[in-house]
């Protein structure tokens, strides 16, 4: 295994980990993470964003409600400042020192909001952040619908992202 070539990725509440997992390796100074890939990530459990109230109720494949409900699952009663951006990363103050991450959402879901400000911020930190926002894509589509042409484009962009990015390592 090449330590230089490590990969953290994830899908929905999956990019929510690999993103924590990402800060949490910065900040103890592990051997560095060559780049993350968060895939429609979950990063904040406050559900407050506008897509959030946009994608409530049904139908949706992830709704407000589920997404309330998972992170009521994760946080176990906690809430506000206790929340540890390592569960959280949407909450995280600093997001400089971070690998080239690569951020993908659908324009029609919950997370697409929070997505957009984590890529904003790693931007705003001085970090490397590819962002797509694929038009008319739902929470899931790629993985629910592999064979429509968005998911296609999808995939194949995000391996592009991946190959370059590792080939420039």
Same mark, same amino acid.
């Given at each position: 295994?090449?330590?230089?070539?490590?990969?953290?990725?994830?899908?929905?509440?999956?990019?929510?980990?690999?993103?924590?997992?990402?800060?949490?390796?910065?900040?103890?100074?592990?051997?560095?993470?060559?780049?993350?890939?968060?895939?429609?990530?979950?990063?904040?459990?406050?559900?407050?964003?506008?897509?959030?109230?946009?994608?409530?109720?049904?139908?949706?494949?992830?709704?407000?409600?589920?997404?309330?409900?998972?992170?009521?699952?994760?946080?176990?009663?906690?809430?506000?400042?206790?929340?540890? #951006?390592?569960? $959280?990363? =949407?909450?995280? %103050?600093?997001?400089? /020192?971070?690998?080239?991450?690569?951020? +993908? &959402? *659908?324009?029609?879901?919950?997370?697409?909001?929070?997505?957009?400000?984590?890529?904003?911020?790693?931007?705003?930190?001085?970090?490397?952040?590819?962002?797509?926002?694929?038009?008319?894509?739902?929470?899931?589509?790629?993985?629910?619908?592999?064979? #429509?042409?968005? $998911?296609? =484009?999808?995939? %194949?962009?995000?391996? /592009?992202?991946?190959?370059?990015?590792? +080939? &420039? *390592?």
């Amino acid at each position: 295994m090449d330590p230089g070539r490590v990969v953290v990725a994830g899908a929905s509440a999956g990019g929510g980990l690999a993103a924590g997992v990402t800060l949490m390796a910065r900040d103890r100074g592990t051997p560095p993470i060559a780049a993350q890939v968060l895939i429609c990530p979950m990063l904040d459990h406050r559900n407050t964003t506008t897509s959030s109230r946009q994608y409530a109720g049904e139908p949706g494949v992830w709704t407000r409600e589920s997404n309330e409900f998972a992170w009521n699952a994760v946080l176990g009663g906690l809430d506000g400042d206790r929340v540890p #951006a390592y569960v $959280s990363p =949407a909450t995280a %103050e600093d997001l400089s /020192g971070l690998p080239a991450t690569y951020i +993908d &959402a *659908g324009s029609a879901e919950v997370f697409r909001d929070e997505d957009v400000d984590y890529a904003t911020r790693i931007w705003a930190a001085g970090g490397q952040a590819e962002l797509h926002v694929w038009a008319g894509g739902f929470h899931g589509f790629d993985a629910l619908f592999p064979q #429509a042409g968005l $998911s296609a =484009a999808a995939r %194949e962009t995000r391996t /592009g992202w991946l190959t370059r990015t590792l +080939d &420039a *390592g």
